[in-house]
């Protein structure tokens, strides 16, 4: 890999990382409704994209239900999760959608699963496991939960991409903005008018957030991944995807404040390995579709 796609790539994980940091701060700490910002950045999306939504894709139902796994479900979830989650310990939960897309291309694709393609899925459940585990209360922390649902959907609607025709990736983020939209926008009304009342953040920082996530995520970051890993082999570009739960870690500890204990550390040390097991397979690192954007 050249210099200067180095660079483009450890730029996109950075972005990655800013955003989840972003999202946390926004919803966490100013009282964003998560909804109501989920619902925003879709849409902005969508007015930036709608002129990718033709042709219409064939498939369309599935693309509907890929659609809503990756948008609505994934942000949705994700979105909630981070009123009570810290950025470092979301970003490495939100790293079970490798294992569990894994899992799902064994069920629904009839992929066979390898002996050490098993055991990276059982070391990153595990350390998923030991990162949401608050031993004080005996309990599974509920912001972490809701992380790890919307990890799922996005393992879910990776699935669905894979059987549907290939499609361009901002093409396909247009399609999946479009149908996300107004299932948050009507549940934001629904469930959060009086949140948006009481929400301590000022209108510029809001729309400067919104305009950072959809350009410089949504547009910049995902449509330079896909073009890395068109230009590169798969073995050279994935393993630097890792760099966003770490960039997230050490941003969550200048910004955000966390102080990650032993325990989290021992998780995400498993989690991050169990995830390398199942790429590096034979030599080779395989892309794997559930690592994607948050």
């Known amino acids: 890999m050249s210099p200067r ?23 966490g700490g100013m009282g964003v409704p998560p909804l109501f910002y989920a619902a925003l950045r879709l849409g902005f999306v969508t007015l930036l994209l709608v002129r990718l939504l033709w042709p219409r894709p064939p498939l369309l139902l599935r693309t509907a239900a890929a659609g809503l796994c990756l948008g609505a479900v994934h942000f949705g979830f994700l979105f909630l999760g981070f009123r009570t989650a810290t950025p470092s310990a979301a970003a490495i939960v939100l790293q079970t959608a490798i294992p569990m897309t894994a899992i799902l291309s064994v069920l629904w694709l009839g992929e066979r699963p390898t002996i050490k393609r098993t055991v990276g899925i059982v070391l990153s459940l595990c350390g998923i496991v030991i990162v949401m585990w608050n031993p004080q ?150 892309r794997v579709p559930g690592q994607l954007h948050t």
């Open 5 to 27: 796609d180095f660079a483009r790539m450890v730029a996109v994980c950075f972005l990655w990382a800013c955003n989840n940091i972003i999202g946390v701060i926004l919803i």
């Open 137 to 286: 209360q005996l309990a599974v922390s509920w912001g972490l939960l809701l992380v790890f649902i919307a990890a799922a959907a996005l393992a879910v609607g990776s699935i669905l991409v894979k059987t549907l025709p290939r499609m361009a990736p901002l093409r396909l983020q247009a399609w999946v903005n479009v149908l996300s939209f107004p299932v948050l926008a009507i549940m934001s009304l629904a469930l959060e008018r009086d949140g948006v009342a009481r929400m301590d953040v000022s209108l510029p920082l809001l729309a400067a957030c919104l305009v950072f996530s959809a350009v410089g995520v949504t547009i910049f970051a995902h449509t330079a991944y896909f073009r890395l890993l068109q230009t590169y082999d798969a073995n050279t570009v994935v393993p630097l995807t890792l760099l966003m739960p770490l960039m997230t870690v050490a941003l969550g500890i200048a910004l955000a404040g966390d102080r990650p204990t032993l325990q989290f550390a021992a998780g995400a040390a498993l989690a991050i390995g169990g995830v390398l097991v199942i790429v590096l397979r034979r030599g080779r690192i395989r």
